[in-house]
């Protein structure tokens, strides 16, 4: 099976939608991994002031996580699936929180526009067809100095995490979306992940694409070592950054 992409896997996500929420919910620490991973923007203020996009918010956990952390930051909140959008929107948030339809690749298109504070990613790059033109469009909506913050299934490169992974997804998570009827959406989760960049390789990724003060940080329990936080800056000036 080839990854999903683009059209195709919005409509698998249009389809998944109706259950992702208790999926999810099933995940030791989904949620308060997703805060975790805010904080680590370190925003300070409760975010008074402050624009921040959610890229990929899907059914709004991440947006949850970004209100739970800094309830006073305006938020923007993109996904490409109608049906994950269309969860996450009929959920009550309180006021400083829009939703738009849009791919991550064609922001613009959707109107949105920088300059943002900083902008989240969870479980975003490796669903997407080119992660460095993101990158390049994420670093453009930054201020000079805003922080970007990456949650992502990302491999240490050790076999022992590959091998929980594969088995959490073959012997817990697949069969369950399969009785749902959306096997192939989690047969793609499997794949792309280990297809996708180890933690150390989109470190590099982040630093060619012109960021610096970049960091990356294991998760708590069973995720460690698969999945990871990612931080880092717009530099300040022209020609900074690659560090």
């Known amino acids: 099976m080839s990854l999903l ?15 992702y929420d208790a999926l999810v919910a099933a995940n030791p620490g989904y ?13 300070s203020g409760h975010g008074a002031g402050l624009r921040v996009l959610d890229l990929g918010c899907g059914t709004g956990a991440s947006t949850a996580a970004l209100r739970s952390v800094l309830p ?11 049906g994950m959008l269309r969860r996450a929107a009929a ?4 006021d400083g ?6 791919p ?46 990456v949650h992502e299934y990302t491999l240490s490169g050790r076999r022992a995490d590959r091998a929980v992974w594969t088995l959490v997804s073959r012997g817990l998570v697949r069969p369950v979306a ?19 960049d180890t933690a150390e390789a989109f470190t590099r990724r982040l630093r060619v694409a012109g ?24 530099p300040h000036r022209a020609g900074e950054g690659q560090r």
């Open 31 to 43: 949620h308060a991994h997703l805060r975790r991973s805010v904080r680590r923007l370190g925003l």
């Open 91 to 94: 959920k009550p948030w309180a």
């Open 211 to 234: 960021f610096d003060r970049v960091r990356a940080l294991p998760l708590p329990g069973w995720q460690t070592g698969i999945t990871h936080t990612f931080v880092a800056c717009r």
């Open 5 to 19: 992409r683009d059209e195709e896997l919005a409509a698998a996500f249009d389809h998944a939608s109706r259950a």
């Open 104 to 149: 991550a690749e064609r922001l613009a298109e959707a109107g949105v526009s920088g300059p943002f504070d900083a902008v989240f990613a969870a479980y975003l790059f490796r669903n997407v067809g080119d992660p460095d033109a993101v990158l390049g469009s994420v670093r453009a909506l930054l201020r000079p100095g805003g922080r970007l913050g």
């Open 72 to 82: 006073a930051a305006e938020v923007t909140a993109v996904d490409a699936s109608v």
């Open 97 to 102: 929180v829009r939703f738009v339809r849009a």
């Open 178 to 196: 399969s009785l749902l009827g959306d096997g192939p959406l989690y047969r793609h989760l499997w794949r792309s992940v280990v297809e996708f």
